[in-house]
């Protein structure tokens, strides 16, 4: 499909101080000696929900949706490092949310009949609000790691404030993914 765009919602991490403080628990991370692949500092996001590849017209179609979303701006307590499925069979790193868990997950529940209506399938994994730091390539040192991320289960990464939904497109390249926002809808307080 040449039209074809690979595209997820999410809110962007849009805080140097919080960019920061999860760039360093990357370091960390690699001290540890695991195989990871880490995320992209700027690449840091809460995916709301992945959509797969989708068309411009499909684009607009979600755009309309997500402008229905009910949703005042909101804060985002990043803390604690953890892992999926647990930390002593890490296949993703994540660091987690606290404070507007209940906010993240309202907007999915608004979004996800809407999201089905327009003929995407139910997202098979739920929705865990959390961002993705790091991917474990195999098991090599596998133990440090977990112990690594059970140390920093309360690690606080700062704040954010939610205001934006984005509609994202992600475009692969053998360097690594680039994100664009395709829309946003940003509703005023």
Known sequence: MPDSIRSFLAFDIENDTVLNRL??????????????KLVEPQNIHVTV?????????????IFEE????QFTQFNVQI???GAFPNPSYARVVWAGITEGADQLKSVFSQLEPRLRSLGFTPDSKGFSPHLTIARVRSSKNKAQLAEFITENSNYDFGAINAKCLRLKKSYLTPRGPVYSTLKEFCPQP
């Not at 760039?23 to 990871?36: E, F, I, M, W």
């Not at 929900?49 to 499909?58: E, S, V």
């Open 79 to 81: 803390k604690g490092l």
């Open 49 to 61: 929900r992945f959509l797969g590849n989708i068309t411009p017209a499909t684009a607009e179609k």
């Open 66 to 69: 997500m402008k229905k979303t």
């Open 23 to 36: 760039a360093t628990a990357q370091k960390l991370l690699l001290q540890t000696g695991a195989d990871v």
